[in-house]
């Protein structure tokens, strides 16, 4: 069986329009994939501070992160899912990024330039921004970074199913956008 890692950086969790979108993708994606998930609120994930980067220069890395990055590399598929906080996505998903890349594992060089070593090639990116962002705005930079950190990895074509203007929607419209973009992910998953 092929396998999916599943990133989740929605700190709101329960509350989380964007938990409310992935879930049941991540549902109907879990009966065709092997899943991997990595539940980043929940996790112990702090940014590389002197400490941890020298430690990282003597090989010395958190085993929780050389095991996602190993997962993250061999993955299939990757699914990410994260609301759009402050221009960009949760803190936590950067710093998440910023452990499990790892020379040898996720990238490598060839003397020259960097060279990915991930093997997937579709990513799916799940957010839901309160602001009237669309995906491809300047405002949005949660997409850009995502794009170029597949491109450093190796990670193949993302696609991204969003929902924004969400703070100024009513409940009702809000329902039917969210529910639209469960069913487009329903019918991305059959083939993805």
Known sequence: ???LVVIDACVRQSDSRTLRIAEPIIEALSKR?????????????????????EERGLG???SWAKEAATAIAKA???LIAAPFWDMSFPAVLKCFFEQVSLFDITFTDNGKT???L???PKVLYITTRGMDIPTGSF????????RA???LWNLGEMTVLDVHNTDYMSEEELNLQINSTIEEGLELAKTW
Do not use: H, W
């Not at 994939?33 to 539940?39: E, I, M, S, V």
């Not at 609120?41 to 980067?53: A, S």
């Not at 405002?139 to 995502?146: A, C, E, H, K, M």
């Open 1 to 3: 069986m092929k396998s």
């Open 33 to 53: 994939y092997k899943l991997t998930r990595y539940d980043l609120p929940e996790m112990d994930i702090v940014p590389l501070n002197p400490g941890l980067f």
């Open 60 to 62: 010395q890395i958190p």
């Open 76 to 78: 299939d598929r990757i």
């Open 114 to 116: 960097c060279v990915g």
């Open 118 to 120: 991930c093997k997937a």
């Open 139 to 146: 405002l949005d930079q949660g997409s850009p970074y995502l």
């Open 149 to 151: 950190l597949g491109a």
